[in-house]
């Protein structure tokens, strides 16, 4: 009897000695709570995060990347040409002879032939500066030493480096045997800025776009803008340059003295996003070497239009210096909204009788 008894208040004990543990356990996590709770801020003071506004990023011009200008041939013995469609702005304007040359404009990416490259032009110069670019070319005119002279442009003449023979592994300028000199002449993106950094030149730029890109898509649906299916630029007699609108693609192609343009490194068609076609007087220099060399004006208030996806504005072409970036705005003076894509900037002559369809 007295075992039981003391077996009873055993168990007895043992059960308020775990009544107890629990009751301790269940206290300090009510406590913890509430003091948890205590420290929560109210529904009003809960700070309120904004949710990070990620802006379209303008994919034809961005990151730090110095554009690179290179001088390319546009006789019809040269044509096709390399790598145009990589670009992201080509200008053409008039040279001697009733010809056109073009300026191809690349910025951030690689291209692994370029041409066929020509001599400089001093007027060309004026839009290169305005991208801030690297001018890359293969000889150049009197006028065009001496404008890389007073404006201290970094270039590169490749007759410095031209082989005159095919491409080889080390070439930095070289000639293509499927043309005949001086049609035949070509380098590329990576040569140049090897160049560039044993002169220790820039290779990197904070310059902003000439063109006013937006990220958004531009129709010109103001009352001043007309449809634009085809338009003919004529340089010189014998020369026109056509641009057709495919609806499908939202792109025009182009065409060079009748026959449409293909990229040589891919046989794909030229094709462009904007069309920006800007007035320019030209006229023959007296230079006493009788060559027909050219000037063109390319400062001042310029009348042009920009045509982009089947339409047209008239617009002013602003550039107040040579090496000062040009301006572009519709006749109400806002600055040209531009899409996300390349442009093919045509400075033709001021007489230039351009037709639209």
Request: proline residues 3%.
């Amino acid at each position: 009897m007295k075992k039981f008894i003391k077996l009873l208040i055993v168990l007895i004990l043992i059960g308020a000695l775990g009544y107890a543990c629990y009751w301790y356990k269940t206290t300090s996590n009510v406590e913890n709570v509430e003091i948890v709770a205590e420290n929560l801020p109210s529904d009003s003071e809960q700070i309120q995060e904004e949710p990070e506004i990620i802006e379209p990023e303008i994919k034809i011009f961005k990151g730090n990347d110095r554009p690179i200008a290179f001088m390319i041939d546009n006789n019809k013995n040269a044509q096709p040409q390399a790598s145009l469609n990589s670009t992201y702005m080509v200008y053409e304007i008039i040279v001697e002879g009733g010809e056109s040359r073009l300026m191809a404009l690349f910025k951030g990416v690689t291209a692994d032939e370029v041409g066929p490259i020509r001599s400089a032009r001093h007027y060309f110069l004026d839009y290169a500066m305005e991208n801030d670019a690297i001018y890359a070319h293969l000889g150049m005119s009197p006028q065009a030493e001496a404008a890389f002279g007073e404006f201290n442009i970094d270039h590169v003449n490749g007759q410095a480096y031209d082989t005159g023979k095919s491409r080889t592994a080390t070439s930095l300028y070289w000639r293509a045997t499927h043309k005949n000199a001086p049609h035949n002449a070509y380098t590329n993106t990576e040569s140049i800025l090897q160049i560039a950094k044993g002169f220790g030149w820039r290779t990197t730029s904070e310059q902003e776009s000439v063109l006013n890109y937006v990220a958004d898509e531009v129709n010109l649906e103001s009352e001043e803008a007309f449809a634009v299916n085809s338009v003919k630029i004529p340089y010189a007699k014998g020369h026109t340059v056509q641009y057709k609108y495919d609806e499908e693609t939202g792109r025009y192609t182009r065409f060079s003295k009748g026959k449409k343009m293909y990229d040589e490194t891919t046989n794909e068609a030229i094709t462009t996003k904007n069309i920006i076609i800007t007035f320019a007087e030209n006229y023959t220099l007296d230079d006493g070497e009788n060559k027909g060399r050219q000037d063109v004006v390319t400062v001042g208030s310029l009348d042009g239009y920009y045509i982009t996806n089947g339409k047209a504005i008239k617009i002013k072409c602003n550039k107040n210096s040579r090496r000062e970036q040009t301006t572009y705005v519709d006749l109400n003076g806002n600055e040209v909204e531009v899409n996300d894509g390349n442009t093919w900037v045509n400075v033709c002559p001021i007489d230039a009788n351009v037709t639209f369809e």
